[in-house]
């Protein structure tokens, strides 16, 4: 199938990312602000992240898939190699190069907006076994509902599905589900709510893989031709959108 062009989609991927990671991060400080009990911060965090997230699906997904993370796009990729779906090996450096400087680009963004330094690395340290193993869960959680979504058909319910599996996830994991090693990396570059140590980045990266790892190993024992339905992921692309209609 025809994609749209590699440029589109390379800027459809940043833009993307960087609202996300401006979402994650803005609506941090604003609950930091309107209240000082830290569940209701993160209550507002999560349903603003999860409403953001859902959105940016639905803008976003018919130029680049809408993948905003780099697993996602691992995965896309490593699936669909045999059935010759999904993104090919120089469109997932071009993706997690965009999503990467994307998300850096969004926690700047906020950072300005609520009128604080541009870059104000984070002190928050994250660095724990648990909240290792928190990631592990919610990305693997995530990769096998994208994929399912995509090899069952209903890739069209997948922003609502995903918003609401981040939005839960802020709570069921300890980490509070940062799932994404491009967002890992921008919400080093804030020192609000959302922030993480640069010092936590890497190992929260690295579990972040391993999630990846169960994810699609889960996903390949569930749905054995999960590749199959890679052009599907996240959001199908417009061409094929306009294709089947």
Known sequence: MT???PWRRFLAEFVGTALLVTAVVGSGVMAT?????????????????????????????????????PVV?????FLGR???????ASDLGGYVAAQTAGAIAGSVLANLMFDLAAV??????????HLWLGEVVATAGLILLIFALARSGRAPVAPAAVGAYIGAAYWFTSSTSFANPAVTIGRAFTDTFAGIA??????????????????????LALYPDAGRAA???????????????
């Open 82 to 88: 045999r059935t010759r779906t999904g993104l090919s």
């Open 198 to 219: 640069p010092s936590s980045v890497p190992g929260f990266v690295v579990a972040q893989l391993a999630g990846l790892l169960v994810g699609t190993g889960l996903l």
């Open 231 to 245: 052009d599907e992921v996240v959001v199908g692309h417009a061409d094929q959108t306009a294709r089947s209609s």
């Open 120 to 129: 104000d690395f984070s002190g928050k340290d994250r660095s724990a076994g």
């Open 33 to 69: 602000t309107l209240s000082d009990d830290v569940g209701l911060q993160l209550l507002e965090n999560s349903v603003a992240t999860a409403f953001a997230l859902g959105a940016l699906i639905l803008t976003f997904g018919p130029v680049s898939g809408a993948h905003f993370n």
């Open 3 to 5: 994609h749209p062009a």
């Open 73 to 77: 796009s691992a995965a896309d990729w």
